[in-house]
């Protein structure tokens, strides 16, 4: 099921379909990510695949896939998370329990972020502009990793992350973040908050729902969607609803992402 984001939360469209793009694979799949036509898998043994995925001419048939690339050596640990920066050539992981820096076209390892050690989950929050006259676009990259029950706040600088030294405190551990403009989306256990990454002022919202892992999506114009069962709520970087309606699936979504201009969510079904 796919809703469009601008749609009124009762109309459904199906903007998107699904096709089969590598089956039946002898390993377990712990993360993805994708740039271009490019398929990034990362496995339960620390292997970090690379596929190229074709154009096929009929959009309803498997897709053509191939290998290209396999780095059994990535990690030693499961690669639970991957983000991929292709502007800067790098690749971002978590695997056992800390933040890794790679190449992009090596996959070899340029650092680790020593200080992200316990690491929950993290976000990236990349941002281009282009000065005028200017022949190439500036980069602004941000992290933010949920760290036991803090986050630490990084900014890519010389071809590595500086520490911003604003560490903020949580009353429990993130299990779902998500930049918004100079706050975060934060998704504990049983509920939602805006933290200030500036003051680091926390700003409590409202319950995840029942049985239900938070969902937190960055949208366009400092906006967050958060998930709470079947309803999904887009709220400001202040925490205020931006909408009289909130926007309902007909099952609480089991993951929930943006695509411009669609808000996509996979359900139990």
């Known amino acids: 099921l796919f809703l469009p984001v601008s749609i009124c939360f009762f109309v459904m469209h199906d903007a998107f379909d699904y096709v089969p793009v590598v089956e039946k694979l002898p390993i377990q799949i712990e993360s993805i990510a994708t740039y271009g036509s490019t398929l990034l898998v990362g496995t339960r043994k620390g292997h970090l695949i690379l596929y190229e995925v074709l154009d096929s001419e009929d959009f309803h048939s498997k897709s053509k896939v191939a290998l290209k690339k396999t780095n059994k050596n990535f990690s030693t640990k499961p690669i639970v998370q991957l983000s991929v920066v292709e502007e800067l050539n790098v690749i971002l992981s978590l695997s056992d329990n800390i933040v890794s820096v790679h190449d992009l076209d090596t996959f070899g390892l340029r650092f680790r972020l020593h200080k992200t050690q316990g690491a929950i989950v993290f976000k990236a929050d990349l941002k281009i502009h282009r000065p005028l006259g200017a022949p190439v676009p500036k980069y602004r990259l941000r992290l933010a990793v949920s760290v036991r029950r803090r986050i630490e706040l990084f900014e890519w600088r010389d071809n590595s992350f500086q520490d911003l030294n604003l560490d903020l405190n949580l009353p429990d551990g993130a299990k779902a973040i998500a930049w918004c403009s100079n706050s975060l989306g934060v998704g504990f256990r049983k509920e939602y908050c805006i933290i200030k990454t500036q003051t680091g002022k926390l700003i409590e919202l409202f319950p995840t729902g029942k049985n239900q892992d938070p969902l937190v999506s960055g949208l366009p114009e400092e906006k967050l969607a958060l998930g709470k069962d079947e309803m999904t709520v887009i ?35």
């Open 235 to 269: 709220v400001n970087a202040d925490g205020k609803p931006t909408q009289k309606h909130a926007t309902m699936w007909s099952e609480p979504p089991l993951v929930m992402e943006y695509y411009h201009p669609y808000l996509i969510a996979i359900l139990p079904s």
